[in-house]
């Protein structure tokens, strides 16, 4: 989950003494942000409106400050469990976090380069970690600091990480155009599959289910069946990057987000899962590209909703059901349900929002230049 989207949770709910942060790199303390140059996030009474949120009153206040975990920009994080989460960054470094205490439970090192994805394994105190040092480790939180599990197959930076239901299957994408199914136990390499221009961006495995959904550079979304790694589905092509995917918990639909700039692009799309696999409807209402997307919990809301956080500062929750580009809907007349941009002053928001941030941070379309330094 992208630190936007940590940021929306635990506004939604808010714990005693939990401090987060509004920014590109960062929501919880511990994902890089130095205490002098944020401040605390203060959280607002939630009030009555007719959506069907689940309100909650409290008094206005600024949280307790935690001190940062990793010593430079954090890329990814992920739960564990309930108090746990697990992120990596620039700093080649795994760290579970406490985030109701602000304390620290583990360091973990082996990787020689930044961490870019994070995937834990269901009811367990198992995870892995990808790199851009083309490996992925497992890691136990009561074991040792050093791996328990290495796996090396892919040439390039690995990008997409995904654990099947039952934890004996690991899946594992890269910018060399392949994805890779590993056998969980042993470490070894049991499928390989190689599509022409496929830079996997996001892998997700659908829930009790043998399928693996992955979004693509080459703004493809791809259904992939695990027995024998081949190509179950290929989703129509969208116009721009797809950056991030993820199943809804019923395993029936999908969501998946776009680059863009300046409001072309820079959209979530609902995907039907099921036979006809056909484009449910879309949202727009960012302006720059979105970075992730998740399906909320219905304890949230009355109403299915989904998140979308997105390189403009912006965290977006809409009306799953209404919030998109259905028939019959007029697209100048569409919002999102709620817009949080965050409590932080305008001049921080816009220098931590500038375009060449964003731009150096996100999945732009790049000339084969730049593509060769981003493959290094």
Known sequence: MSAHLSLLLSYLSPQPGLNCYCGPCASFPLLGCAPSTIG?????????????????????????QYSPAHVDAVSVVA????????????????????????????RFKGHDREITKIACIHKSNQFFSASRDKMVMMWELQGPSQPRQQFSGHAMVVTGLAVSPDSSQLCTGSRDNTLLLWDVGTGQCVEKASVSR???????????EPYILQTSEDKTIRLWDSRGLQIAHTFPAKQHIQTYCEVSEDGHRCISCSSGFGGEGCEATLWDLRQTRNRICEYKGHFQTVASCVFLPRALASMPVIATSSHDCKVKIWNEDTGGLGIGKDPSKLRSRSDFSGALPARQRKAMCEPRRCSQRGWQETSPAQNRGLQR
């Not at 605390?40 to 307790?64: N, V, W, Y």
Request: aromatic residues 10%; contains cysteine.
């Open 198 to 208: 496929n830079l996997v961006t996001h892998l997700c495995w659908v829930p009790r």
């Open 40 to 64: 605390p996030l203060t959280f607002h009474p939630l009030f009555s409106s007719p959506d069907g949120f689940i309100k909650e009153r409290m008094q206005t206040k600024a949280f307790q």
């Open 79 to 106: 739960a564990l469990n309930s108090d746990l989460c697990v992120s990596g960054g620039k700093d080649k470094t795994v760290v579970a976090y406490n985030w109701r205490t602000g304390h620290v439970v583990k």
